[in-house]
């Protein structure tokens, strides 16, 4: 069962905008406990009487609803009429949360929107096709890249002021050299003199020897027959050149692979950016799953239409204070900084159902729709953490799943490598940030009174908060609740029933409360 967006709305305060909630909230405990399809969803409640606007649970529900039928007009006309008059007229920052639609499977138009889907989605596959070429490119890149850097270790060791780690780093080249490059001579190659000629003292010879000289790592010269002397002081100076070139040649390897990997970095996310278009239109022509909606019969010629506008406008709590609206007190800096901790706005939510006959038009060979058009109009008061909560339910819901899969499907697959990508790419910014590190200056006479303490905790203090996206939303004070939140509601409820009266007077439309 696909949830609404009035039963999220219901969700995040049952109290309020469910006529089921204390039921709910006594079973469940709690509202982020509350099955969402198990709300029963309904608008602010209120009274007027005196000119004293309540909220109260048995009060009038903030709801109006339009209905017309014409198979010659169209829904495009109610729609933009009221989406202009909520954004020119009421100075309400309005926002799409649902666009769905069904045709039937034997209709003209359901054949001519699949077949559009699907040009999308072979195009949009080809691109991803490039895509996984590319990534494995890149991580083909990423492992040769791991690999010079553990050879390259070795040179830098090889350089370091420690005498021991300098010693260990040649040797491990002198194992690499005879491994890779003296293993290529075959039957003149140490390994094979050692083992099968009798120079059992080659190895040994070979791994003690600092230079051609044939001295040790304590300048002390090496006792060998003239024979081994030759041959160790031979291999000696091969090794010598070998070291100096290899690594010169490893370097510019390495750094030929870095610039390849940026390279095919930026392809990466290019083709990502091609494919994106083409996947979420193919998404945006999929259909809603019908169900077992009555309207929708499999041979005729129908289509189903289902939007949704949230129209909010935040309450100047200052200004109506100043305008009598809200108590005079209201008005002062500081005493307004204390009870204003979130701000509250008046939202207006409409829902526009449309069953129509989908009518080709021959001289533009796209499609017009008439038939019925109902329209609902319902008021709330939210808060930021609420409204915060709504986006956050609609993440969650089946509303946005596909959307998910296009990031899944593009950026997110290279985001999961951008931690080793930003190790290679970044390497030179870290190099010059060690360079430019400042020396340790702390003053021990600071410490004794606990000052870097101090600024430690002053650090991790200023560390942003982790956004917890399970947080409850916080119950109102006694000021937001017997104050503001009904002021943002009446508020609310003078606008619906505004784009309600003046809508229906200005088309003289059949209307019903």
């Known amino acids: 069962m696909v949830v609404t967006i009035e039963q999220i709305i219901g969700k995040i305060n049952p109290k309020l905008y469910a006529s089921n909630g204390s039921e709910l909230l006594k079973e469940y405990g709690s509202a982020d406990k509350i099955p969402t399809e198990k709300v029963k969803p309904q608008a602010v409640k209120y009274s007027d009487k005196d000119d004293v606007f309540k909220i109260e649970s048995g009060g009038i529900e903030a709801k109006h609803a339009i209905g017309y039928d014409s198979s010659t007009e169209t829904l495009e006309p109610i729609y933009f009429w009221i989406l202009d008059f909520m954004t020119s007229q009421l100075d309400l920052s309005t926002e799409k949360l649902v666009d769905s639609f069904t045709s039937s ?19 949009g596959t080809n691109t991803l096709v490039q895509v996984n070429a590319i990534l494995r490119s890149v991580l083909n890149i990423i492992y040769d890249l791991k690999e010079f850097k553990i050879r390259l270790q070795s040179y830098d060791d090889l350089k370091s002021e420690d005498k021991e780690k300098s010693e260990a780093a040649k040797l491990s080249l002198k194992q690499l050299w005879l491994d890779k490059v003296d293993m290529q001579k075959g039957n003149s190659s140490i390994a094979m003199m050692a083992r099968q000629l009798g120079f059992q003292t080659l190895f040994d010879a070979f791994y003690v020897a600092k230079d051609e000289s044939l001295k040790d790592s304590k300048g002390n010269e090496i006792d060998l027959n003239d024979r081994v002397k030759r041959i160790v002081s031979a291999r000696i100076h091969e090794f010598n050149i070998w070291l100096t070139q290899s690594e010169q040649e490893l370097r510019k390897r390495y750094e030929m692979e870095r610039t390849y990997l940026g390279s095919q970095v930026s392809s990466l996310k290019l083709y990502s950016r091609w494919a994106k278009p083409y996947l979420k239109a193919a998404q945006q022509l999929e259909m809603k799953e019908s169900g ?3 309207a929708l019969v499999k041979t005729f010629n129908t289509i189903l239409l289902e939007l949704t506008l949230l129209g909010k406008s935040k309450v100047d709590v200052k200004s109506a204070a100043i305008a009598g609206n809200l108590p005079a007190d209201f008005s002062n800096e500081k005493i307004l900084k204390s009870i204003t901790k979130r ?51 609609l993440s969650k819901s089946d509303i946005e799943d596909v959307l998910k899969l296009i990031e899944g499907s593009t950026s997110e697959s290279l985001d999961h490598l951008q931690e080793e990508i930003d190790f290679f790419l970044k390497e030179k910014e870290r190099d010059e940030e060690k360079k430019e590190k400042p020396k340790d200056e702390s003053n021990p006479f600071l410490a004794l009174i606990g000052y870097y303490d101090k600024k430690e905790e002053k650090d991790k203090s200023e560390k942003p908060k982790k956004d917890d996206k399970d947080e409850p939303v916080k119950p109102d004070s006694w000021i937001e609740k017997t ?14 029933f505004k784009i309600f009266d003046i809508y229906k007077k200005a088309h003289g439309m059949e209307s019903y409360d």
Request: aromatic share 10%.
């Open 105 to 123: 499977p034997g209709s003209g138009h359901f054949g001519e929107l699949q077949g559009r889907a699907t040009a999308m989605q072979q195009q």
């Open 483 to 496: 104050h503001i939140r009904p002021f943002a509601a009446k508020e609310a409820v003078d606008k619906l």
């Open 292 to 294: 077992r909606e009555p």
């Open 343 to 393: 701000n509250y706005h008046s939202c207006v939510l409409i829902d526009f159902n449309f069953r129509g006959i989908p009518q080709r038009v021959a001289q533009r060979g796209d499609y017009a729709f008439g038939g019925r058009a109902e329209v609902t109009l319902k008021a709330y008061a939210l808060n930021d953490d609420e409204l915060k909560k709504l986006n956050q339910e």
